[in-house]
């Protein structure tokens, strides 16, 4: 053993620094969609290969080798889309200043969330985190443009097409629109609680995220994360509590974790 790493060139240590890398990206893109589930589906026949070759199950070994025999190719037409996700995201400039865009977000949500409280127009704002959500930005309708007030308000008008469902902010800027949100199942969710509502807890029982939630009955501002909903904030208590969850947190990540954290 000691033999081993003595022998080890610095160059080796650079190579496996660079597998280690690729792997953890592609989790990271993978996390949270239902790629991840295809893949587990994938090792499970690898092992299912290997254990049929081990204990002479000729017939299962021959279907399986026949199927792994193509296994690039069909990885690569079952994981197309993460991939030219991938190849996208190699070629954007990865250094994003998280902290000012957080600061950017928060402001421009609270305004949104405080007019649309005044005038009672119901809203379900998504604040991405570290968990992938890519299942639902991809089913949603692409928006891609700069976080503002006046765009979230538009797009939760009650005459605008998407209003009902959820807008996903990450990193400044509104990814889609009309997102449908997975209903939570917990047994002990008030009657009272909408269909708004059940979808913010659902996501966040699934997620990191944070979710703003205006009623359209009440015009109350509700704020939920991990399962739990802190009801009836004005601004200012709003504020003050994404602020607490993000601004102190992204102002204390070391860059180099920020870099490899995003997605």
Not at 211 to 236: M, P, Y
Request: aromatic share 10%; hydrophobic share 50%.
């Amino acid at each position: 053993m000691f033999d081993l790493l003595t022998s080890l060139r610095w160059q080796d240590f650079f190579d496996i620094l660079i597998v280690w890398f690729i792997i953890y990206r592609v989790l990271l893109i993978i996390r949270g969609t239902r790629a991840a589930q295809m893949l587990a589906g994938i090792a499970i026949i690898i092992f299912a290969y290997f254990v049929a070759k081990q204990l002479g199950l000729i017939t299962v070994y021959w279907i399986l080798n026949t199927f792994l025999s193509s296994i690039f190719l069909i990885i690569i037409i079952i994981f197309q889309r993460d991939i030219r996700r991938a190849l996208t995201q190699v070629g954007q400039t990865t250094f994003a200043k998280s902290f000012e865009n957080t600061a950017h977000s928060m402001e421009e949500v609270v305004k949104a969330a405080r007019y649309m409280a005044q005038k009672r127009t119901g809203a379900l704002i998504v604040l991405a985190r570290e968990t992938g959500l890519k299942d639902y930005i991809d089913a949603g309708q692409r928006v891609d443009a700069e976080l503002s007030k006046e765009l979230l308000i538009s797009l939760f008008q009650t005459t605008a097409p998407l209003h009902d469902g959820g807008v996903i902010i990450r990193l400044g800027r509104i990814l889609t629109a009309g997102c449908v949100l997975p209903l939570t199942k917990n047994p002990y969710i008030s009657k009272r609680l909408g269909t708004r509502h059940r979808a913010a807890i659902g996501l966040s029982e699934e997620s990191d995220a944070v979710i703003v939630v205006v009623s359209e009955e009440t015009g109350r501002i509700s704020l939920i994360q991990h399962g739990a909903i802190t009801s009836d904030l004005d601004a200012n208590s709003l504020k003050n509590r994404l602020e607490a969850i993000f601004v102190t947190r992204e102002d204390q990540r070391p860059p180099w974790k920020s870099w490899l954290n995003r997605s």
